[in-house]
């Protein structure tokens, strides 16, 4: 069984940073891309940062430049650091990322369970 489980979220004021992780357990053989997704109230999930397996990144728009996703390959780890927030960035975040299993050695889509980031003064 694989299991993404996140932490860092929290309260933060404007132009604050925070800085979310996204650990995989499990029977892992082998992790594709890991990402971070948001939904915030009302709105649809979106995609704010995904990085490859081999260290290509991509960003949203709204979240360049202020916004980076490191990932440690040996920890199976993924984190997003985010600087200069805004209260648009209030949401849960999701970590996202392509597995493949050692029980199925089939390669799936797994979601964590989401973190709550609010930024207001």
């Known amino acids: 069984q694989v299991q993404l489980v996140e932490s860092g979220g929290g309260l933060v004021q404007p132009g604050g940073s925070l800085r979310l992780s996204c650990a995989a357990s499990?029977?892992?053989?082998?992790?594709?891309?890991m990402g971070w997704y948001r939904q915030a109230p009302g709105k649809r999930r979106e995609l704010v940062a995904v990085?490859?397996?081999?260290?290509?990144?991509d960003y949203a728009d709204s979240v360049k430049g202020r916004f980076t996703i490191p990932r440690y390959n040996a920890k199976n780890t993924v984190y997003l650091q985010m600087n200069s927030l805004k209260p648009e960035d209030t949401a849960v975040y999701y970590c996202?990322?392509?597995?493949?299993?050692?029980?199925?050695?089939?390669?799936?889509?797994?979601w964590g369970q989401g973190t709550q980031v609010t930024v207001s003064s």
């Open positions: 996202n990322a392509d597995i493949k299993s050692i029980a199925t050695m089939g390669r799936d889509n797994y």
């Open positions: 499990g029977s892992i053989f082998s992790i594709y891309a």
């Open positions: 990085i490859s397996s081999g260290g290509l990144m």
